[in-house]
């Protein structure tokens, strides 16, 4: 079945150091893909997400891009901040009537001052 | 636009009982998606109301049920509630046509 496996944490930075948060997917067909941020005592929201091969979703300095040959969608932000400590989860959502959004295990992400 | 809400946001059960969650989609979102949040298991899905019928459903017993009005506001409920129960139940809702999700921020669910 569908599936996501990302890189698993803590992973502590230092403020202003590069991040990148690794993600694999196992579909069938082309899923739309997604990561979502949780900040602490908080629900999801949505970073950034692709639709298609190729795609390269961004947001608030985030990016990421849809990699078919590789089944990938790592995340990567070029200088992060304190305020990005938070658990990001990668999903994908299957291209079946309807929603079905599957997670990956979330990385909680620690950046020091 | 008022964004996903829940309700309520923390509730505490007792093994036996069971227990309703409400969830009021953002207006004009059709789609109403429930997950449980845990930590061994993440995020898992359970199912997916649209227009009042439930499109889509996770692996959960069916011990977990939901249903939807036809104003897209979607209850969830869970009977003869277990210890493995508790978690972080998140509702989701999209409109017809976008693929993303949006997000409340979940009721926390703790059984006794």
């Known amino acids: 079945g569908d599936s996501v496996t990302q890189m698993e944490g803590p992973v502590t930075l230092s403020e202003e150091a590069f991040l990148t948060i690794n993600c694999t997917y196992t579909?069938?067909?082309?899923?739309?893909l997604f990561w979502y941020v949780q900040y602490p005592g908080e629900g999801l929201q949505l970073l950034l997400k692709?639709?298609?091969?190729?795609d390269k979703g961004s947001n608030k300095g985030f990016e990421a891009t849809y990699r078919k040959e590789t089944t990938s969608f790592h995340l990567e932000k070029g200088s992060v901040q304190v305020s990005d400590s938070a658990v990001y989860f990668c999903a994908l959502s299957p291209l079946t009537g309807g929603f079905k959004t599957i997670f990956g295990a979330g990385t909680r992400l620690f950046v020091k001052a | 636009k008022a964004g996903v809400t829940q309700t309520p946001r923390y509730l505490i059960k007792t093994r036996g009982q069971q227990v309703t969650l409400s969830c009021s989609p953002i207006s004009g979102h059709r789609s109403v998606s429930w997950y449980q949040q845990t930590p061994g298991q993440g995020l898992q899905f359970l199912f997916e109301y649209f227009s009042e019928t439930q499109r889509n459903k996770g692996n959960f017993p069916g011990r977990f049920s939901g249903r939807q009005f036809s104003n897209s506001r979607s209850e969830m409920n869970v009977s003869t509630l277990e210890l493995g129960d508790s978690a972080l139940y998140l509702c989701?809702?999209?409109?017809?046509?976008?693929?993303?999700?949006?997000f409340g921020p979940g009721t926390r669910l703790l059984v006794l």
């Open positions: 989701a809702s999209s409109s017809q046509v976008q693929e993303t999700q949006y």
């Open positions: 692709a639709t298609k091969a190729d």
């Open positions: 579909a069938t067909g082309y899923p739309s």
